[in-house]
């Protein structure tokens, strides 16, 4: 499966299947549900209204009618009330119900997504991208070896939204292939019938696996590997929006401490970089990046790793408490 971030109006991309955020009831009201619901016209009301009603989180499918795509898979999404009623879990099932229902459709290969949420639903550009990113990178998991030539595109309707993007994208930057890169400058997709007509210059693939590469001494292994882990905490901070002061603070660091840590060279202890993966609210999956660029795992066996692992899995970002947990659980 591979996944791309590109700038476009969603209606107006020839794919197999578009993903449509919209109401329990399937009415296209505003956004881009009102965009698809005026193409579609009367026969996808029609269709829509022996769906409705349908949950919050739930995905199905119709026919796209007036639009040039096939498909389209309508995903009932919640609205943002301030990250405290469950939308951020519920939002993630709804891209993962609509990604599974394209996933298995036969014949739907290509799917355009939107950054759900992030328009009249309410989600902050920061949360809404967030919660894409790492649903997608749970996805290509998911689905890794079932199907292939599965192709699943993000997209940003405005330059704006776009710019936004970039100054939060540090996380998909981190997951590019850098050997494709490389190899494939200024990539366009080429305009048939397979692909969407009208694509951003600029694509970003996010990895499916990461990339092994042969090298051919030991020399030149380290040499291309050593400050990865600056290099991925400097990905963490461009995302998080954060101060260093802020970062330092929340992590119990003092600031010559954090100044050293992004020198390139400098041996980081274990505790630092999951005081730095709390600080910084990285999800599970980024902290094992964070560590696994500074030579570590989390250790089931040590008391203190699983600790720090709950808590992060959790969501649950408050060091004094998973400090105070680890101080009581070595004290038994």
Sequence with gaps: ?????????????????????????????????????????????????????ICIGEAVLTLAYGLPCKKIVHVAVPR??????????????????????????????TLAIPLMGSGSYGFPMSEAFSIANDTLKEFTKEVKRKKKGFIVYLVMYSVESMIEINNLMMTIMENI????????????????E???????????????????????????????????????????????GMTDPEIYTS????????????????????????????????SQDETEDLLESAGFTFDKSKVSDLVYEYYIMNEQYDLDNILYEIDDRLAE
């Design 80 to 109: 943002w009330r301030g990250g405290l009623s469950g939308e951020k879990l519920l939002m993630k099932t709804a891209y993962l119900e609509g990604l599974r229902a394209a996933f298995n459709e036969p014949d739907i290969h």
């Design 251 to 282: 992590a119990g660091l003092t600031k010559s401490h954090f100044s050293k840590l992004k020198k390139e060279g400098y041996n980081v202890q274990k505790d630092t970089v999951l005081r730095l993966a709390v600080a910084l609210r990285l």
């Design 1 to 53: 499966m591979e996944v791309h971030m590109i700038r476009d109006d969603i209606t107006h991309l020839k794919v197999d299947a578009i993903m449509n955020p919209t109401n329990s009831r399937l009415y296209g009201f505003s956004g881009i549900d009102g965009l698809v619901h005026e193409a579609g016209g009367a026969e996808l009301e029609a269709q829509c209204s022996l769906l409705r009603p």
């Design 177 to 192: 292939d850098d050997e494709y890169a490389k190899a494939h400058p200024n990539r366009f997709i080429p305009e048939d």
């Design 194 to 240: 397979e692909r969407p007509d009208r694509l951003f210059q600029q694509v970003y693939a996010l990895k499916n696996a990461k990339t092994k590469i042969k090298k051919d001494s030991l020399d030149e292994y380290i040499e291309n590997n050593k400050g990865s882990f600056q290099a991925t905490l400097f990905a963490y901070i461009q995302r998080s």
